[in-house]
């Protein structure tokens, strides 16, 4: 992983386009080739980004930037202009004006997330009764590994779509957000696509309900006392 932190500007030129003004940040480049900007806020989430497969092209050529720069096409005191291009021609433009600091780090093979009891235990009942999903579904296979993590679940419904499964025990705004970026990825393969999702959890909060809704994912709140064929004790005494 390359860690560096710079004064820059940032412009996403694609199907939308983004504008971040000049200012410090860090900016990340993992070895799945991924490139992520952050600020010093926002929790986990990045500025912006682009996902891999993606190309880091790092243009430095000083007579190139200062013409560019009388142009008016780049901001005073360029130093270097990074380009990240996508397979689908989308560009994240980064125009470097100071670095403070680049460093490079090998963290190796990563484990993995190892989930709790209970979402493991979820995701194997859920891969067994897949009919829970609705009826027609099919499995595909559980822990679908993508270049960014594995997808729970991987699925097909009564039509054939594939859908990809997020499973928590408690279903949070940042368990959207991670079943977001697994369909943001799965849909660029064109023998998945188009993956529609479904954030299943014992309890959703209404704000990841909402966000989820918002963004066309399929909530559904799983019954763990149902799936593993036991009788729900919630309303009796003994």
């Excluded at 880091?56 to 720069?69: F, M, N, P, S």
């Excluded at 130093?79 to 397979?87: D, E, F």
């Excluded at 560009?91 to 403070?100: G, P």
């Excluded at 696509?193 to 909060?205: D, L, M, R, T």
Aim: hydrophobic share 40%.
């Amino acid at each position: 992983m390359r860690l560096v932190i710079a004064r820059c500007q940032v412009d996403y030129v694609g199907r939308l386009t983004a504008h971040l003004p000049m200012a410090r940040r860090l900016l990340l480049m993992k070895a799945d080739g991924s490139v992520l900007v952050h600020s010093d806020g926002g929790s986990y989430k990045p500025l912006n980004w682009m996902s891999p497969p993606c190309w880091l092209e790092e243009r430095k050529d000083e007579a190139v930037l200062a013409a560019d720069e009388a142009a008016g096409e780049l901001p005073e005191g360029t130093q270097a202009l990074w380009v990240v291009t996508n397979k689908a021609g989308e560009e994240l433009r980064i125009t470097i004006q100071e670095i403070e600091h680049d460093s490079s780090h090998e963290l190796g093979v990563d484990p993995g997330l190892v989930k709790d009891g209970v979402e493991a235990h979820l995701q194997e009942l859920l891969a067994e009764h897949i009919h829970t999903l609705g009826e027609g579904y099919s499995l595909i296979r559980r822990e679908y590994m993508t270049a960014i993590g594995p997808v729970d679940i991987l699925c097909r419904d009564a039509d054939g779509a594939t859908v990809a499964v997020e499973i928590k025990r408690r279903g949070e705004i940042d368990g959207v957000e991670q079943l977001t970026r697994y369909l943001e990825l799965l849909n660029r393969d064109p023998l998945l696509a188009p993956v529609a999702g479904v954030f299943a959890a014992q309890q959703i909060k209404p704000q990841a309900r909402t966000l989820a809704e918002d963004r066309g994912i399929r909530c559904l709140v799983l019954d763990y006392d149902a799936l593993r064929g036991t009788e729900s004790s919630e309303f009796r005494l003994f």
